[in-house]
């Protein structure tokens, strides 16, 4: 029956008559004509009144609970600096955009795989029941592996890490997934893609989510630190686990020392940031995607003034004398001087070579940020940054040397001396049922690649000295992510994502996701589940409890729930569960820690206490530590993970990878499009930054009413312009403006300000995806999401990682209709469907 869901052979009728029957039967009952603020089922017990500890990804909190209510949100005590954002996490639960049952597509109802695709994002749904659901996601299943292989099947999409060690959404699906057999994954990620992968072949490690030199010793002994295109005061609000927010502290004391004199700030930016105004500093207002021609002219004054420490290039790094020619200019006829830096950066040469002579005066922390290496070669700019690290020599001594993750995890804080939890793990002994052939296909891509995947089957691509064939994907499950958010070119995604048989997203939100999705079920949000998480990132402050806030609103089930309820139809519940409650996993879990803190000195409570108990346990504080510091001391012994064992400033791996876009060391390279003079600038004078956002972590929050309100302009994303650009458009602040190219176009709410450079523009990325007309290539965003705007090409042929700020706009204050928001209102629940399913009042 798997294979003939919506053969003609066997009607929709019949099918849903027999072995669906009792799901039908529970779709015309009384059941589905609850109220919209019922809860997924009555409780016998009075309503919980009181306090709840719990966390997330904006830090630990207490929420005030009233009647089954969630009414405040309180910051956890030992947070000294809670972030704003924490007020905007009750609404995650209490929101229109809220996924309240299990919804289908109305044409995928009808026709099944074989529906008009087009109509995908018109946001008309059914509502289903949770059996029926279930019955269909598996079947979908079954259809593609037995029609196709598993290379059809693309399970790999991931987005954040779900906040406790439990309930991670992604893993939930990995293990699911795999159960029922081998699927399409995805390699790599947008936050980091082009620099995870230049950088092991660089520096030997992935660098950029590792943790850093610790802060005490960086302000004792820096005495220069320059922050090269990062934010870390805006970003270090949220965490990939549960910040502590204690890094705070060390920005505090810098800022004093900056004031004072002692330490010298330089913010490499063409923004005035969050952090350049908390701390101060000077500001490089260097031309958007000019970075790495920046560096050579700092690299060839460090060289020609004999500035650079000669001894450790010759010790600690290979490749230095291949490199030099290019900087010297006898391979290509250009020397690369600070004059010629100045023509492509806007940085005058003296400028230049003080900035130079500065950094190698005294002890250099330079602090890259993640945003310039998603751009086109933004390979370049990381390996360009360790290069200009590793001639000042500073590399593995406190207080100097590089590192790509000061804004991240709360990285510079000192990591304690406690245990770290596991989680609950994707992999199980159990081998999946189908297990078939991928026929010649990729059984990976690259994850910012997953839209020319889908455009273009059977097409090979250069991947990180690997080729991948593109394989003919016909279904897609999302479950806790959001494409919609991470990928670029949206009109372009559009049209792509019609040629997917079968979508399934599985979220909490109605994103642009589940809008385009052909089978939506509803996820509890992490406050509706008991867990458990760490307290604080990098410095593992300690455990906290993540106990249920309140009961799951409507129909939500959480992930757990869901996969065992799949997994049950071909027989592996028991396999996915492992035996277990989701109570006896979390004990599970913190019993691992326990046993691991003994061996650390490390007395924790039982579990039974520690829940019922205050729920918290801190851990004693490590010792500072310095970043590559036993390379330093020890460079044969402590080798690098490069080739060599050393900084390779020429890499003869990359070399031999023969790419013309990435070859044996760093280099510049003209972009597609490039503000400043730069092509098609002509056109298109904007540079638009589509950094993460201050109010935001990426998408999550948007759909919070109160807290949206509190930062959107006109009723929309803000849109960040200087006072120069805005003036010559007689643009002023509160207007809405029309923001384009010839990519698509959407509205916005102008914010002037001369926190900008002229020339520069932002819209947060994150920001919803809200169509004027659903589904159609091309239409008005009326709320402001970026990736409408963005350019779609890899970075390269080494990692083919996102390039979203490549990208140039241009803007109009819009005199037309003030369109009303759509996107954060749920969908649309048709009523013409067959009399299988009658009308009925579903709101």
């Not at 909190?61 to 009414?71: E, H, L, N, S």
């Not at 691991?596 to 729920?615: A, C, H, I, N, S």
């Not at 890899?794 to 819009?814: C, D, I, M, P």
Request: net charge neutral; hydrophobic share 35%; proline share 5%.
């Amino acid at each position: 029956m798997a294979k003939s869901l919506f053969d003609k052979t066997i009607s929709r009728r019949r099918f849903l008559q027999g072995s669906a029957a009792t799901a039908a039967g529970a779709f015309i009952g009384a059941s589905l004509l609850v109220p919209k603020s019922a809860h997924a089922a009555e409780k016998s017990q009075p309503a919980f009144t009181g306090e709840v500890l719990s966390g997330s990804h904006w830090g630990a909190f207490r929420a005030q609970v009233k009647d089954g209510v969630w009414v405040d949100t309180k910051p956890f005590e030992h947070d000294p600096r809670p972030t704003t954002m924490l007020a905007g996490v009750r609404e995650v639960v209490y929101n229109p955009a809220r996924v309240k049952y299990p919804m289908v597509r109305l044409d995928w109802l009808k026709h099944g795989y074989k529906s008009d695709t087009k109509q995908r994002g018109d946001n008309r749904f059914v509502r289903v029941s949770w059996s029926q659901a279930l019955d269909f996601f598996y079947f979908e299943l079954e259809r593609v592996q037995n029609t196709y292989g598993p290379s059809a099947l693309y399970a790999g999409h991931s987005g954040w890490q779900s906040c406790g060690k439990l309930h991670s959404a992604g893993t939930m699906m990995r293990r699911g997934i795999n159960l029922h057999g081998t699927s399409l994954s995805k390699a790599g990620d947008y936050s980091t893609g082009a620099a995870q992968v230049v950088l092991p072949h660089v520096a030997g490690a992935m660098e950029v989510y590792e943790q850093q030199t610790s802060w005490p010793l960086v302000l004792e002994h820096a005495k220069t630190i320059v922050i090269w295109g990062s934010d870390p005061v805006k970003n270090l609000q949220v965490g990939w686990l549960m910040p502590d927010h204690s890094v705070y502290g060390y920005y505090a004391e810098l800022a004093k020392k900056v004031e004072s004199g002692e330490i010298k700030v330089i913010h490499v930016d063409p923004v005035r940031n969050e952090t350049q105004k908390m701390i101060g500093g000077d500001q490089i207002k260097v031309n958007p995607q000019t970075d790495v021609p920046l560096m050579l002219g700092l690299a060839y004054t460090l060289y020609q003034e004999k500035l650079y420490d000669a001894s450790f290039i010759a010790n600690y790094t290979t490749g230095f004398d291949q490199f030099l020619p290019y900087l010297l200019g006898e391979t290509d006829g250009i020397a690369k001087t600070p004059e010629w830096a100045a023509k492509i950066t806007g940085v005058d040469a003296d400028t230049i070579r003080a900035m130079a002579r500065q950094m190698a005066s005294g002890r250099t922390q330079i602090i890259g940020g993640w945003c310039l290496q998603r751009m086109q070669h933004g390979e370049q700019y990381a390996w360009m940054l360790v290069v200009v690290a590793a001639m000042l020599g500073q590399i593995g001594l406190p207080g100097g040397g590089f590192g790509f993750g000061w804004h991240y995890n709360d990285a510079g804080t000192i990591t304690s001396n406690g245990p770290l939890m596991s989680g609950f793990s994707a992999a199980t002994s159990v081998p999946p049922i189908h297990n078939g052939s991928f026929n010649g296909y990729a059984s990976y891509i690259p994850v910012a690649r997953f839209v020319d995947c889908i455009e273009n089957p059977g097409e090979t691509i250069e991947w990180n000295g690997h080729k991948i064939k593109f394989p003919l994907m016909k279904m897609a499950i999302f479950c806790g992510n959001n494409p919609f958010h991470h990928h670029q070119d949206r009109n372009r995604m559009i049209k792509a994502w019609r040629k997917l048989e079968t979508v399934v997203s599985i979220d909490h939100q109605w994103t642009a996701t589940c809008r385009f999705a052909d089978i939506v079920l509803p996820a509890t949000t992490s406050y509706e589940r008991d867990d458990i998480e760490q307290f604080g990132n990098h410095s593992n402050k300690g455990i906290v409890a993540m106990r249920k806030v309140v009961e799951p609103m409507f129909e939500s089930k959480d992930d757990y729930d869901i996969f065992a309820g799949l997994c049950g139809r071909f027989k592996r519940e028991q396999d996915f569960t492992g035996g277990k409650t989701k109570m006896e996993w979390i004990e599970e879990i913190y019993n691992g820690a326990r046993l691991q803190g003994r061996g650390l000195g490390v007395r924790m409570p039982t579990f039974k206490k520690f829940w019922e108990g205050e729920g918290y346990v801190s851990f004693p504080e490590g010792q500072a530590w310095v970043r590559h510091e036993s390379f330093r001391n020890e460079p044969d012994l402590e080798p690098l993970g490069t080739a060599s064992g050393l900084i390779e400033i020429y890499c003869k791996t990359i070399a031999d990878m023969h790419y013309d876009d990435c070859q044996g060391h760093p280099m510049w390279f003209e972009k597609e499009e490039r503000s400043h003079g730069g092509p098609k600038s002509n056109r298109y004078p904007l540079h638009l930054q589509s950094c993460h956002p201050n109010q935001r972590l990426h998408s999550q929050l948007c759909s919070s009413t109160k807290h949206r309100e509190s930062y959107a302009v006109a009723n929309r994303e803000p849109f960040y312009i200087s006072v120069e650009d805005a003036k010559a458009r007689g643009i002023k602040s509160g207007d809405i403006v029309r923001v384009f190219n010839d990519r698509g176009q959407v509205l916005a709410g102008a914010v002037v300000t001369d926190d900008y450079s002229q020339g520069v523009c932002r819209i947060h990325e994150g920001a919803w995806y809200n169509p004027l007309h659903g589904g159609k290539p091309g239409t008005l965003c009326v709320y402001g999401d970026p990736n409408v705007l963005t350019l779609d090409i890899g970075s390269s042929k080494l990692a083919q990682a996102t390039s979203a700020h490549t990208a140039l706009v241009e803007v109009e204050k819009y005199k037309g209709k003030a369109y009303e928001l759509t996107g954060f209102s749920g969908p649309i629940y048709d009523e013409s469907v067959d009399p299988l399913f009658p009308a009925m009042e579903l709101n």
